[in-house]
């Protein structure tokens, strides 16, 4: 089940939001803007920021490593990790219990970015400094992110594995993509590219998919997903059929969708569409549709996602 | 995505004065090193210890060669382009070397690009800068081995494995329990903080950043970082080191909460800028390029450096 920080008016077990620059005022246009949202299980489920905040140290983030594997990707403005400058749609994949950064915001304020957290237990970072361990448990202390979550020891074994369909080769403890250059990813049967991502607990981690969907693609039936769902546009736009009007997400727009409920049919819009979907529980997928087992580009995902599982499983 | 690194790589040297330098790049090499520990040990010429250092004469100075005083058995971690030069480096000024690298291939490679290489040592024969005669004296004087053991009587070791701040720190892990004492740990990242490799060892005042600009043979490039806890003695061995090499090594501080020392904070700097008058629509990336190689002399300007440095020098 998705819980937000925050309130939220829940249409038909969604909800539909934009990211917007955390520096303006949010517009009243009654739609949710940005979120932390914890998904999937209740202990040890992901958790996705829509936006950062420099909270704890002005402008930068130190060394540090984090008890989960995680997924960031700079909108709208870079981000930087290291010495690696990620553009918007550019995504780093971060293994768990590995040190990495410093991490730099835009400003004071911080950073549009996404940032999701494999396993929510995984959040609290974790330092090279002890000074500055000091200042960041000080800091975290009141967190409101963190609340009600039994945070993982330092010591913690944490079995998580990440893993790619496209071949995005792995830096020892990382690996760098984004939806800036599509070309080798494989190609569905309705020309659509897709990336599929798994990552955290080996069995029930996280699945990402990354679409990149020309505007004539087919579209999608609607399905009904065992698993919470976010998705997000990247680039592009995407229409989504709903009862009375249909629903429009348009580039940072994004719908988070409850388990068990029915996310409506969906076509990519007149310049196409570039989504990424975050599905807490990769055992969940293949959906269903109104007509049975999944079809077309879902049941191709299917097939990618199964590949993924079995190489973790090999791995292991 | 973009990888930063060290600018000076592409500029001009008193060491090939001639010649127009274009590195292969100078973002650390992609050669995979997860060092195994075993009992194997005893390169060749590794033989002197940590206690050595600075009580050992000039090692084996040859012709053309330049001569390093007072110097052990240096170790470089990591046979990819910056290791492999680095290597090169230390055995022309009269070294012995010994380069690990878990990579067959990797060490393969490097051995050829020794001799071969376009900053090899037959082109440095080439231009008047090393005896025919000393190539393979110089050769030799690198032993390179797959085991991270066989640097355990090296008084300096330079890790130069690729860009990754968590194999830099289980690297330095390693080599803390397989190096000599007194060893001085060196790492050539690219701008991680030093404090946090340190941290990963038990003997931290040894630590310390020599950061390296490609060609690593030829740039006199040498950023030498130290924490708060590093040695002076250390700092002193590394920087007497450096110069022997014919290196200008500049000492500053470590910054636990950025990445990029000076050399790439400042370039990152001029970066970003240049990123924002592109984004503002005032310059195209190829005249911003084009006014900073007038302007300032620089070889080449920072969108084509990034180029070069991501997807290879042409």
């Not at chain 2, 990797?106 to 090899?120: D, M, S, Y």
Request: include cysteine; hydrophobic fraction near 45%; aromatic fraction near 6%.
């Amino acid at each position: 089940m998705i819980t937000l920080l925050g309130s939220a008016t829940w249409h038909n077990g969604h909800v539909d939001g934009v990211i917007r620059d955390i520096r303006r005022p949010v517009p009243e246009d009654g739609l949710l803007s940005g979120a932390v949202a914890r998904m999937g299980d209740s202990d040890a489920g992901p958790v996705v920021a829509m936006s950062i905040e420099g909270r704890i140290f002005p402008r930068k983030a130190p060394v540090h490593l984090h008890k989960s594997d995680s997924f960031r990707m700079a909108l709208g403005e870079p981000i930087r990790v290291g010495g690696t400058s990620y553009a918007h749609g550019e995504f780093r994949l971060q293994q768990a219990d590995a040190f990495y950064g410093p991490e730099y915001w835009t400003d004071e304020v911080g950073t549009n970015q996404l940032l999701l957290m494999a396993d929510r237990r995984g959040l609290k970072p974790y330092l090279t400094d002890a000074q500055l361990q000091r200042l960041a448990d000080t800091a975290l202390a009141d967190d409101v992110s963190l609340e009600g979550v039994a945070m993982l020891p330092r010591d913690a074994d944490v079995p998580h594995a990440i893993a790619n369909s496209f071949g995005a080769a792995p830096r020892p403890s990382h690996v760098d993509a984004g939806f800036t250059d599509t070309t080798g990813w494989p190609v569905l049967s309705d020309g659509s590219r897709l990336a599929t991502i798994a990552l955290g607990h080996r069995k029930s981690g996280v699945l990402l998919l990354c679409w990149d969907r020309p505007p004539g693609a087919a579209a999608l039936p609607a399905f009904r997903l065992g698993a919470d769902l976010v998705r997000l546009v990247v680039e592009g736009s995407c229409r989504i059929g709903e009862p009375g009007a249909d629903v429009e997400l348009g580039r940072l727009g994004f719908r988070l969708q409850q388990e068990g409920t029915w996310h409506g049919a969906s076509r990519s819009g007149p310049t196409g569409s570039k989504e990424l979907w975050i599905v807490a529980d990769r055992r969940a997928w293949p959906p269903i549709t109104a007509a049975g087992p999944a079809e077309g580009p879902l049941a191709e995902v299917g097939a990618e996602v199964a590949a993924l599982a079995s190489r973790l499983a090999a791995a292991a | 995505m973009t990888a930063g690194d060290n600018p000076a790589g592409t500029a001009g040297t008193s060491v090939t004065p001639k010649t127009s330098v274009t590195p292969k790049t100078s973002v650390t090499p992609e050669t995979s090193v997860t060092p195994g520990i075993s009992g194997a040990a005893g390169a060749a010429g590794a033989a002197t210890t940590a206690a050595a250092v600075g009580t050992v004469g000039a090692v084996g100075t040859v012709g053309a060669v330049g001569t390093v005083g007072a110097v052990g058995t240096v170790g470089v971690i990591g046979a990819g382009v910056m290791g492999a030069g680095i290597a090169q480096a230390a055995a022309m000024a009269g070294c012995a070397v010994v380069c690990v690298d878990t990579s067959a291939a990797a060490r393969a490679r490097a051995r050829h690009q020794l001799v071969e290489g376009r900053f090899g040592l037959r082109t440095a024969v080439e231009r008047g800068k090393l005896d025919a005669a000393d190539v393979d004296r110089v050769t030799a004087r690198i032993a390179w081995e797959s085991e991270l053991a066989a640097v355990a009587g090296a008084a300096v070791v330079i890790e130069a494995v690729p860009e990754d701040l968590a194999l830099k720190i289980r690297v330095f892990r390693d080599l803390d329990r397989v190096a000599a004492a007194g060893a001085v740990l060196a790492t050539n990242s690219s701008g991680f903080p030093v404090g946090a490799l340190a941290a990963a060892t038990d003997r931290p005042t040894r630590v310390l950043g020599w950061h390296w600009s490609s060609p690593a043979q030829i740039m006199r490039f040498a950023e030498i970082v130290v924490t708060e806890q590093t040695d002076p003695d250390a700092v002193e061995t590394v920087t007497r080191l450096a110069r022997g090499l014919g290196k200008n090594p500049v000492v500053v501080r470590d910054a636990p909460m950025s990445w990029g020392y000076v050399a790439n904070r400042v370039y990152w700097a001029a970066v970003a800028e240049a990123r924002r008058i592109v984004a503002e629509g005032i310059s195209t990336e190829r005249d911003v390029d084009q006014l900073l190689v007038d302007c300032f002399r620089w070889p080449v300007g920072p969108f084509t450096m990034i180029q070069g440095a991501t997807a290879g020098w042409t």
